[in-house]
Structure formats: C-alpha cells, structure tokens
C-alpha cells in the first residue's frame, strides 16, 4: 500500500542521514532549517508541517537512530552518530522488537504477540486504542529499520 512505501521510504532517508553521521539533533535542525516556503503567508500555513506532525516526524527518527544503534548498524561513513536522548521511553520497544526479530518473528507475527500479551493481561499497565495503534506503528518503523540494515552488518 501507499502507506507502507511512505514508511519504507522514509526509513531509508533516516538511515542515510546516519550514513552520513548526522546526529538526530542536526537532522531535526537541518529538517526544519529546509522547510518549504513560498513567500505566501497563507499557502506556507496550509503547506508547513504542524507541531504534531513534526513530533511524529521526531519520534519516528528516535525510533529509527535507536534501533540502529541496538544493532550496532555501522555507517556508511564510518563515523557513528550519538545515540540519541530517549526522552519518551522508547527504548523498551525498540529492545523488544529488536530481541523478537532474532528469535525469528515476523512483523505479524510480533504483532500477533503483542497483542495476545495484551488480550491476556500480560502487559504492565493496559493500552488503550489509540495506544495500541502507536505500538503497532512503532513496532514496524523498528522492524522496517531492522530489515534495511540487517544485509550490511
């Protein structure tokens, strides 16, 4: 679908910015230093990314740069950039997701589990919709991640 080779395209520019050893700090600056204005107060207020937007662009980055260094993923450059800050506790998941792909799962089938652990009442704190759809999300953003790397360790 649309959706999934906007996340895969999306995936591989995060992991050529870490090519080049951008930091996600300078990545962030250097994105919204770039972004599209045409001079028209109003066109640039209906085309510009909004606040959500640039968070979810964010955390999609964190998820990305934390996945590749879990797998200790070796630029293309040689330089490695910082790890970065995980201020929302993202970490877990990339871990999570990282240990489910080399015990052999799928995207579905990780997924399945998660959300079996879910029905079952195995999770710490249970997840609301809107929580669950994030997880999922997430979850293939580290997945994508890994799959696009795992041929160049």
Known sequence: THARARAH???QASIAAFDQ???????IFELRRHELETGDPMVDKTI???DQ??????VWLVLVYLTLHRVRYNPKKGVTPPRPEDLLGLQALVESTCD??????SLNGLKLELS????????????TQAQLSLRSQWTRIVFLSIQ???GSK
Do not use: I
Not at 21 to 27: I, M, R, T
Not at 100 to 105: L, S, W
């Open 116 to 127: 079996l652990r879910q029905s079952t009442g195995e999770t710490p704190v249970p997840l």
């Open 21 to 27: 050893g951008y930091s996600l700090q300078a990545l």
């Open 48 to 50: 510009r990314l909004t």
């Open 148 to 150: 696009a790397v795992v």
């Open 53 to 58: 937007e640039r968070q979810t662009r964010e």
């Open 9 to 11: 395209t999306h995936t």
């Open 100 to 105: 489910a792909v080399e015990a052999g799962f």
